[in-house]
């Protein structure tokens, strides 16, 4: 017979940090190819800047810096680490994968490693990941890293996207608890809807073509699933967790746009008390590490938040989704090193 892992009661996130894009490019900067104004981008999206980094700075780089932040605060040395899951769709290499080479960067020698090629999701499609590794026994601390440099695949002339991505990376290490500290994942996607967004050709037809894949979508359908059928996987993520939308303090929704986040307030029943992640105002959307990047920002401006309870959700490209709650760590507020301020990170 073969013999069981020894498995956990629970796990939970020791600590969350990220980093920015160096540069806040502003709605002026942006308007005038796309024949808008700053008014415009304003009201559809709610973003007034949007983190970006300079031509050297890679996805990697980015995320090299979270992973970094998140394991000192976290109080680990990054030998401790038994398995790093990186969140991106801008690594440039179809292999080998972004995470072994972050593993190594970091010293986390022999971890398991690999990709997650989920869009917005990705953050949150690895907590689900991490929280089952844990408990199951098959690793004691986990690294989750959401990191993309959306500015690379940007059309500075196309309205449907490209002037609400920014570039950063998010980064959670999770590990052992003797209580559930993430509820389940309720996570799923939806194929036939892969169209509404997402790179617009792909790189046999670059090549073909000579012409740089770049980012689409179509907008109001987009708004539309992200409005209503998010809604519903958000309040089946408080119903599995036993919870019902009272027990919420904290809402960390993917930062896609301002007017889909206030939306999901309303249709998940959040009480007018609950805190409410809105950093695409500074940083734009950074996919994968838009969440992570949130909760870093709530942290460092509501003292206090750790043991409260959040609900997070991503959904983008693919379309993928996936939405836990979870309890903020007693981490969240202090600070990792004398560079609290998580911009500075590959100014052009």
Same mark, same amino acid.
């Given at each position: 017979?073969?013999?069981?892992?020894?498995?956990?009661?629970?796990?939970?996130?020791?600590?969350?940090?990220?980093?920015?894009?160096?540069?806040?490019?502003g709605?002026?900067?942006?308007?005038?190819?796309i024949?808008?104004?700053?008014?415009?981008?304003?009201?559809?999206?709610?973003?007034?800047?949007?983190?970006?980094?300079?031509?050297?700075?890679?996805?990697?780089?980015?995320a090299e810096?979270?992973?970094?932040?998140?394991?000192?605060?976290?109080g680990?040395?990054?030998?401790?680490?038994?398995?790093?899951?990186?969140?991106?769709v801008?690594?440039?290499r179809?292999?080998p994968?972004?995470a072994?080479?972050?593993?190594d960067?970091?010293?986390?020698?022999?971890?398991?490693?690999?990709? +997650?090629?989920?869009?917005?999701?990705g953050?949150?499609?690895?907590?689900?990941?991490?929280?089952s590794l844990?408990?199951?026994?098959?690793?004691?601390?986990?690294?989750?890293?959401?990191?993309d440099?959306?500015?690379d695949?940007?059309?500075?002339?196309?309205?449907?996207i490209?002037?609400?991505?920014?570039?950063?990376?998010?980064?959670a290490?999770?590990?052992?608890c003797?209580?559930?500290?993430?509820g389940?994942?309720?996570?799923?996607?939806?194929?036939?809807?892969a169209?509404?967004?997402g790179?617009?050709?792909?790189?046999?037809?670059?090549?073909?073509?000579?012409?740089?894949?770049?980012?689409?979508q179509?907008?109001?359908?987009v708004?539309?699933?992200?409005v209503f059928?998010m809604?519903?996987?958000a309040?089946?993520?408080i119903?599995?967790?036993?919870?019902?939308?009272d027990?919420?303090?904290?809402?960390?929704?993917?930062q896609?746009?301002?007017?889909? +986040?206030?939306?999901?307030?309303?249709? +998940?029943?959040?009480?007018?008390?609950?805190?409410?992640?809105?950093?695409?105002?500074?940083?734009?959307?950074?996919?994968?590490a838009?969440?992570?990047?949130?909760?870093?920002?709530?942290g460092?401006?509501?003292?206090?938040?750790?043991?409260?309870?959040?609900?997070q959700?991503?959904f983008?490209a693919?379309?993928?989704?996936?939405?836990?709650?979870?309890?903020?760590?007693?981490?969240?507020?202090?600070?990792?090193?004398?560079?609290?301020?998580?911009?500075?990170?590959?100014?052009e």
């Amino acid at each position: 017979m073969i013999a069981a892992g020894q498995t956990r009661p629970g796990a939970r996130i020791l600590a969350v940090d990220g980093v920015r894009g160096g540069r806040l490019v502003g709605n002026a900067e942006l308007a005038g190819p796309i024949s808008s104004s700053d008014e415009w981008i304003r009201s559809r999206t709610g973003i007034v800047t949007r983190a970006r980094a300079g031509a050297e700075t890679s996805a990697l780089d980015l995320a090299e810096a979270a992973a970094r932040r998140a394991i000192a605060r976290a109080g680990l040395d990054a030998s401790r680490i038994d398995v790093v899951i990186l969140g991106s769709v801008t690594h440039f290499r179809q292999t080998p994968a972004a995470a072994p080479a972050l593993a190594d960067r970091l010293g986390a020698s022999g971890a398991a490693a690999f990709d +997650i090629s989920a869009a917005c999701a990705g953050y949150c499609y690895g907590i689900g990941l991490a929280d089952s590794l844990v408990r199951a026994g098959a690793a004691e601390h986990a690294l989750v890293v959401g990191a993309d440099k959306l500015s690379d695949f940007v059309d500075p002339a196309d309205r449907t996207i490209s002037f609400l991505l920014g570039d950063g990376a998010g980064a959670a290490v999770v590990g052992p608890c003797d209580r559930p500290g993430i509820g389940p994942t309720v996570w799923g996607a939806d194929g036939a809807k892969a169209g509404h967004v997402g790179q617009n050709i792909d790189f046999r037809q670059a090549v073909a073509t000579g012409t740089w894949p770049t980012l689409r979508q179509d907008g109001p359908s987009v708004y539309k699933w992200a409005v209503f059928e998010m809604s519903k996987v958000a309040r089946a993520a408080i119903a599995q967790a036993g919870l019902t939308a009272d027990d919420i303090a904290v809402f960390i929704p993917h930062q896609a746009n301002l007017r889909i +986040i206030e939306q999901q307030v309303k249709r +998940i029943g959040l009480t007018a008390g609950v805190l409410v992640a809105r950093d695409i105002i500074e940083t734009g959307n950074t996919s994968a590490a838009s969440i992570p990047l949130a909760t870093e920002r709530l942290g460092r401006d509501n003292p206090g938040l750790g043991g409260k309870l959040a609900l997070q959700i991503g959904f983008g490209a693919g379309l993928a989704y996936a939405a836990q709650v979870v309890e903020l760590p007693s981490t969240l507020d202090q600070p990792a090193n004398n560079e609290r301020n998580s911009h500075g990170i590959g100014q052009e």
